[in-house]
């Protein structure tokens, strides 16, 4: 069997994994968080590194870890929020350096900044 073709094959399986892998069910990827899925996973990788390149293996290794759940929080607000945003009026003390540097007399209100996650 031709190496080129099977090399071909595991990268085309690997490019459309990582393109759709926001569309995979979260269950699929709670099963390759296991254990035993983290462990196929990198027996997976050593067997195409093995077998079709280091390339090929990379390619691999990222689609693995692209498709792990993120467990890192960023800290974002997702659900439950309310912010209370006063209004300040800067005063000429109070002015920010682009106004002191521009002149502008535009006020600039609110000290509160929400910060949401796009999905």
Not at 9 to 16: E, L
Not at 106 to 116: A, P, S, V
Request: net charge neutral; proline share 4%.
């Amino acid at each position: 069997m031709d190496t080129f073709g099977i090399k071909l094959f595991i990268a085309v399986i690997c490019i459309s994994l990582i393109t759709f892998s926001g569309a995979l069910p979260p269950a699929y990827k709670r099963h390759l968080d296991t254990v035993y899925g983290r462990a196929i996973g990198v027996i997976l990788v050593m067997l195409i590194l093995e077998f079709a390149g280091w390339v090929v293996g990379l390619l691999a290794a990222m689609t693995i870890l692209i498709l792990l759940p993120s467990t890192v929080s960023e800290g974002f607000i997702t659900e439950g929020f309310t912010i209370l945003e006063k209004k300040k009026e800067s005063g000429p003390s109070n002015k920010w350096f682009s106004e002191k540097l521009l002149g502008k007399s535009k006020e600039i209100y609110g000290d509160n900044i929400l910060q949401l996650p796009v999905f």
